[in-house]
């Protein structure tokens, strides 16, 4: 469950609320004037190219030139 704080309030005691995020991996949300204005997340360590894994088409053979009529089935 995500925590909301006011920005006056985060201003007061941002250590206390950032360590909270840390500890308890939850999201937090300022506000001003009642309104979300920004959203403090937890830091993820994440591998550089795991967005890529599992994107990759296997060819058999990389170096072989791809025909036209190949080239538009791979769009």
Known sequence: M???V???E???KILEYLRNVEKEKQELIVTHAGK???KII???EK???DSLRNTV???KDPTESVG???WELLK
């Open 10 to 12: 985060l201003k007061a």
């Open 36 to 38: 979300p204005v920004a």
């Open 57 to 59: 088409i296997y060819y």
């Open 47 to 49: 591998a550089i190219l």
């Open 2 to 4: 995500q925590q909301v």
């Open 42 to 44: 937890p830091y993820k």
């Open 6 to 8: 006011s920005k006056s």
């Open 68 to 70: 036209e009529e190949e």
